[in-house]
């Protein structure tokens, strides 16, 4: 029997959206960093290394972890706005494609700790709003990430006093969930007027990195299961202009994964409050804390059901009242039926944690087992009427 709640991978549709980028990236420069961040479950790690992806990474752990999964550290980037000297030895001992400076103090201190050569970028912060959520935007002058535009030229003349630095591209991150393309056509022109200006100083950059942040579509994750890359990349395609022999990373993460996973879990009773029948399920905020962080919607189904409609709250068993996973139509929920909650593929399982010591979801994939599979099981335990 599969306890719950787990974490169910839908790897063939995994597969199809790799394929999709592949189809939409074709014949440009273009390279694909997949942002670990959202999801670093070694399996996947391997199929989209696999896929030839190469790996945006935020810690030492990261990058180990993307080497161990057979990103080729050539093709791995570190970013991140407080990296610690023992990550920076990380990147420099592994040889990896790029560390990407936010600050002009952070280029002394690679500058030093390297004793060697070791390629740098810088990341800008273009101050350009995303119109997605504030918790999540990272482009505008009010956060932390990057180095000003305007301090772009102090940041290349820090750079040019340590010969051990090789300065090799700039880096950009608007944020995350972006649905609307316009901010990645702020970008582009954003970035176009900068390499102009540095043509005018004669520096041209091998690599750009336009970050990640295509969001996926949450209110109906059945009928749009691929992210529009369509519409994405040919933002860049159209507007930004890229030199000669230049290359474009994206560093994708919840665009990937997001629609692949899903929170399997268990009704364990069901209550009628004051106002409102409560769905409780043995999946709670540590298991995917999305809702509670960020008030963020999941669709959920109850999939042992197909019978009526009626409204629930979908709570777990955390003593917090933000654990709770929002109102659902569901069909006739019962005590042992399964929900399903979409899209958690991405920002799901990274972020679980132990509080009041519960045991950490665990992941099934759809090469072990299929999700029929497993509900039929489950059922056959119902119908012999034994303990969950
Ligand atoms: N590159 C950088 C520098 C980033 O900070 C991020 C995400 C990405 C790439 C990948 O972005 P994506 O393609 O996944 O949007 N926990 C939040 C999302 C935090 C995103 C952090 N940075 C959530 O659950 O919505």
Redesign the pocket.
Known sequence: MINTPFYYYDLNLLDKTLQSIDTNIKGNPFKVHY?L??NAEEKILKIISDHGFGA?C?SGNEINKALECGFNHNEVVL??VGKSDNEIRTAIDNNIHSI?CESIEEIRVIAEIAQKEVNIAL?INPNINANT?P??T?GTSKDK?GIPTQNLWEAIEEIKKYPNLNFIGL?F?L????TDMLPFKKLSDEVNSIQSYLISKEIKLPHLNM?????IDYNSPKDNPIPNFEDYFNVFKTHLNVLENQTVHF??????I?QSGSLISKVLYVKNGANIKFAIIDAGMTDL??PA??N?FHAIENISSDRGNETYQVVGPICESTDTFGNALLTDTNRGDYLKIFSAG???QV?SSNYNLRDSPKSIYSDQYQLDEILLEQNERKSKNKHM
């Open positions: 942002a961040k959202a945006d935020v970013a991140g990407n990341r959520h918790s999540i990272t990430f880096h991150h944020g995350s969930q972006i970050g990640g942040g295509i969001g560093e994708l993460g919840r665009s990937i997001g804390i999305r962080l960020y963020s991405a920002y799901g972020l």
